[in-house]
């Protein structure tokens, strides 16, 4: 895997032409798993099934059911259910061997993942974003009883310490909204490339991010997923 290409590595709803822009650099383009398939989309309505899509297309290296299922609080048997029927989608693929080979190894099916947002059915949609804000969610309210406990412990806090969660809306012409999505995007392909091997490891240390840029719409018929 050419360091270069490790610019996509996690479920995000893009266009081809987003891709473009952030593989202009290179001149090449990462490998796309594209899903179309209501029901494929359907089948990510799943938290442990987030979690290994994430975790896959980030590292970009293979992952045993063992391991996966560390992350998620399941069974190995558990995890192996879940990563067949991400295979049967497309999403993972059954990777070569290593070591002793007694557990089998996976990985990502591309190094970019792509759901067509503009396929026509809703429910698909809906359940497959519930559950990403849920995760998230979830993520957030740890994170608010951790702060609470360092306070509570008299822990000062980093100074660099990032956000919880920030929102707010800026004033954009057109233009300058493009520029705005490609810097800030730009940003986070930067940083997903210079992670090495180590730093991409079951172990590391990760970070989980949300971004949505949601222009607003003259009139409700003009927005659609």
């Known amino acids: ?97 290593e070591g002793d080979a007694r557990e089998r190894r996976w990985r990502a099916a591309g190094e970019r993942l792509e759901l067509n947002t503009q396929i026509d059915s809703s429910n698909a949609k809906t359940a497959y974003l519930n559950v990403q804000l849920n995760a998230f969610r979830t993520r957030l309210n740890a994170e608010v009883q951790r702060r609470q406990n360092e306070a509570a412990a008299g822990i000062t806090p980093d100074p660099d310490r990032p956000p919880m969660l920030t929102s707010g809306l800026v004033f954009l012409s057109e233009d300058k909204q493009r520029e705005f999505n490609r810097r800030m995007l730009d940003l986070v392909y930067e940083y997903e490339a210079k992670a090495t091997a180590e730093e991409r490891s079951i172990d590391s240390r990760r970070m989980f991010y949300l971004i949505s840029l949601l222009p607003e719409y003259q009139s409700s018929g003009e927005a659609a997923l």
């Open 1 to 97: 895997m050419k360091q270069a290409l490790k610019f996509f590595p996690m479920t995000r709803n893009t266009t081809q032409e987003q891709a473009s822009e952030a593989s202009s650099a290179t001149g090449e383009y990462p490998q796309v798993v594209s899903i179309t398939d209501p029901q494929a989309i359907r089948a990510l309505a799943h938290d442990a099934r987030l979690i290994v899509l994430d975790e896959l297309f980030a590292s970009q290296t293979t992952r045993t059911a063992t391991e996966l299922a560390s992350l998620c609080d399941l069974t190995p048997s558990a995890m192996s259910y879940h990563l067949r029927a991400l295979e049967k989608y497309g999403y993972v693929i059954r990777a070569a061997s």
